[in-house]
Nanobody, 114 residues
């Protein structure tokens, strides 16, 4: 089994930055892709970013603003979010793909508002 715990969400003004963290516990391997999704009110959950041994990928809306990184020794994945706008307001979920089995965190709220 694996468990994921996000942190780092909060309220930020437009143009501001936040850094999310996701700590994994259990059997996690560096080869297992990890990533971030988000869900805004009234909208379906959408993919944001993913990191694998081959590198990182980003959804178009966040390219150039968000950076995903990973510390395998700490079993932690990060999401650095810069130049945030109201459209980034959502609950952000950490995701782990462990040999085709999906694991999700509980989510952390990010609110961008003045």
């Amino acid at each position: 089994q694996a468990q994921l715990q996000e942190s780092g969400g909060g309220l930020v003004q437009p143009g501001g930055s936040l850094k999310l963290s996701c700590v994994a516990s259990g059997q996690i391997y560096s080869i297992n892709p990890m990533g971030w999704y988000r869900q805004a009110p009234g909208k379906p959950r959408e993919w944001v970013a993913r990191i694998t041994t081959g590198g990182a990928d980003y959804a178009d809306p966040v390219k150039g603003r968000f950076t995903i990184s990973r510390d395998n020794a700490k079993k932690t994945v990060y999401l650095q979010m810069n130049n945030l706008g109201p459209e980034d307001t959502a609950v952000y979920y950490c995701h782990l793909d462990r040999w085709g089995v999906d694991f999700w965190g509980q989510g952390t709220q990010v609110t961008v508002s003045s």
